[in-house]
């Protein structure tokens, strides 16, 4: 569940731009379970494949994005236009 209205929940179907920001939401993948809460950066988010992100402390974990909320666009942009 995404916590301000202009985050987006992500789904399989979300294309993702290296350095794109990310919340790991409650309902991600288990491979993400660890990390529910925090932020980390996207270092591939192509389509048809499993995102790879990047958290704080360097860890890289992939799996599948759904249930990850985008914060923010790599250009520090919020997504759905919000400042």
Do not use: W
Request: include cysteine; glycine fraction near 12%; aromatic fraction near 4%.
């Amino acid at each position: 569940m995404a916590d301000n209205a202009h985050e987006i929940v992500l789904t399989e179907e979300t294309k993702l731009m290296r350095g794109d920001k990310v919340r790991v939401g409650p309902d991600a993948d288990v491979k993400f379970s660890s990390r529910i809460g925090q932020s980390a950066k996207c270092v591939n988010g192509d389509i048809g494949s499993d995102i790879i992100v990047q958290f704080d402390d360097e860890e890289i974990i992939e799996g599948p994005r759904a249930g990850l909320i985008l914060t923010a666009y790599y250009t520090g942009a919020a997504p759905g236009g919000a400042e």
